[in-house]
């Protein structure tokens, strides 16, 4: 018998991929959807957006894309506007965007114009509604190769922006193709489950704003809702900056806010030119930055938490340049006198006492490396901020586990790509430590073949053991760590992928994971290019692929 070779390919991955969390593939086993899934909702035209769309299209779904800004790309849509760096937190709830409803007596669709209106004000509404990268000017993608078919060099963030929106062409929902497909400008601002007549869930109503810019001086605002049977989060993990609590430091930035910033506010680096800068936090952000601003500005102090050495920060830690001091923890920000006894000289007569008891004085400006927190403001109801991170809700309450707490993480999902409560509500790139466009591609993949049909979800009691399993691995406590995956973990992550999708579609049908993609398995390097999509008419699709080391 001749056996096709993507047949025989899928065997061998099958063998290949872990198994452990796939022996469950029984019929009679799987999870079983409450109503059927037509129509998908995405909300974000990232580069996990754009993929899962893609998918989705392909696979037969009516698909709806939901995007806040007037471009595709998330956060490879660079500009030079930023936001005000919330010192201290917002609530979770609205750490990336306060959602603005009509009045319950207010009847959808509903339309709203103001005219003569300041245009700062304007302009600053419309950030707002946007939201604002929290990529700067000069940032390349990290890695040890980008293949030259592509790129002859680390591509800059515009060659990745330009190369987002070529793959948003390719599927015909850039922003000038008008396709209904996609509505730009249009924030979510409320997702809500449906239910029908006898009480039963039936999907999700959507409620939607669009900000329209009229003239530098007016503007619209226009509200509606749709029905949605499925609904795909894919709305990034940057939006919400992460600040510290530490004594004074609010003080320091309410009289200041333009010298304290977080590091999504930082675009160039003559923006501190002969400043003496006070950094805190010692990770990817933080380190780049000082390498950065090092050139330019005269001193740069480095605040980090943990001194321990692991092999990231051995790197990170290795670009560091001389005229940069690490100094530890910062223990207070002593308070500022007023404004009228600082002669306008800002922050500089400031002091900083570190946890040694060392004041640092002198310093001109601050910048927040502290990185981002979970926001989800168009799903209050799955926010629960009074569990603490060992805590969950009780088993038997009739109350649903949250997805988000304090933002430190999410939970509640099956392979961080299915809320298990509800599996018709998925999610994409959320994770930390991983290779977006690499893990955008599988991740679309499974979520898609689960909604078709192709591929099955365990029971709802299996995964949620899974889930409990994997917290008790974890240590018994959500953490910042507890959505990190890294090389090792991503790897093995999308070798369970693989497996599991390989395998459903050989009973279930629908297409396989192809060779491209299981070059994935052992490859090295970084690799963006064209990928040819193995389905039954062998068709081509532009694909947004990395590969990394297996």
């Not at 730009?184 to 006898?198: A, C, I, P, Q």
């Not at 039936?202 to 499925?230: C, H, K």
């Not at 192809?514 to 699709?541: N, P, V, W």
């Amino acid at each position: 018998m001749y056996l096709q070779p993507v047949f025989l390919l899928s065997l061998l991955v099958v063998t290949y991929a872990f198994q452990q969390p796939f022996h469950y593939n029984e019929h009679s086993s799987s999870y079983q959807f409450q109503w059927p899934i037509r129509k998908v909702g995405i909300i974000g035209a990232g580069p996990g957006g754009l993929v899962a769309y893609r998918e989705l299209a392909q696979l037969g779904f009516e698909v709806r894309v939901l995007e806040r800004n007037s471009v595709p790309g998330g956060n490879w849509h660079y500009t030079n506007e930023t936001l005000p760096s919330p010192v201290p937190n917002l609530d979770v709830s609205e750490a990336d965007f306060r959602p603005d409803i009509p009045p319950d007596n207010i009847q959808l669709p509903y339309e709203k114009t103001w005219n003569r209106v300041e245009p700062q004000t304007v302009a600053k509404l419309r950030q707002d509604h946007q939201g604002v990268s929290p990529i700067w000017e000069s940032l390349t993608a990290i890695g040890p190769k980008i293949h030259p078919m592509i790129f002859s060099s680390a591509p800059t963030n515009k060659d990745l922006q330009r190369y987002v929106r070529s793959f948003a062409s390719f599927q015909g929902i850039n922003s000038n193709d008008g396709n209904p497909d996609i509505s730009y400008n249009t924030r979510v601002e409320r997702v809500e489950k449906r239910y029908n007549v006898n009480g039963e869930g039936a999907g999700w109503t959507v409620t939607l704003r669009e900000f329209i810019q009229t003239d530098a001086d007016s503007y619209s605002i226009r509200w509606w809702t749709e029905d949605l049977d499925a609904i795909l989060v894919a709305s990034g993990r940057y939006n919400a900056p992460s600040v510290p609590n530490i004594p004074g430091l609010a003080q320091w930035a309410k009289l200041y806010p333009k010298q304290v910033i977080h590091s999504r506010a930082y675009r160039h680096a003559d923006e501190f030119v002969n400043q003496t800068v006070l950094i805190i936090g010692g990770s990817v952000s933080g380190t780049e930055i000082a390498e950065l601003i090092s050139g330019a500005s005269n001193k740069i102090f480095l605040s980090i938490r943990d001194s321990t050495m692991n092999d990231l920060k051995k790197i990170l830690f290795s670009r560091v340049p001389k005229n940069v001091s690490i100094v530890p923890e910062i223990k207070l920000f002593h308070q500022l006198p007023q404004l009228a006894e600082l002669n306008d000289s800002g922050i500089h007569r400031g002091a900083v006492e570190l946890l040694n008891g060392t004041l640092l004085e002198g310093i001109d400006k601050i910048v927040l490396a502290t990185g981002f927190r979970f926001s989800l403001p168009f799903l209050p109801q799955y926010q629960n901020s009074s569990l603490r991170p060992n805590e969950t809700v009780p088993i038997g309450s009739g109350r649903p586990q949250p997805l988000i707490t304090d933002g430190s993480h999410l939970r509640s999902l099956h392979m961080d790509l299915f809320y298990i409560e509800e599996p018709t509500l998925g999610f994409i790139n959320f994770n930390e430590g991983i290779e977006t466009f690499t893990l955008s591609e599988f991740s679309a993949a499974a979520i898609g073949k689960v909604w078709a049909g192709e591929a099955k979800l365990p029971p709802k009691q299996r995964m949620w053991d899974m889930h409990w399993q994997r917290l008790r691995d974890a240590g018994g406590s959500y953490t910042r760590k507890f959505m990190l995956l890294g090389n090792e973990k991503q790897t093995e992550l999308i070798r369970n992928i693989i497996g599991w999708i390989n395998r459903d579609a050989c009973e279930y049908g629908g297409r396989q994971v192809c060779l491209y993609f299981t070059r994935y398995i052992g490859a090295e390097g970084i690799y963006a290019g064209f990928h040819r999509s193995m389905d039954q008419k062998g068709s081509y699709s532009l694909s947004l692929f990395h590969t990394v080391a297996g």
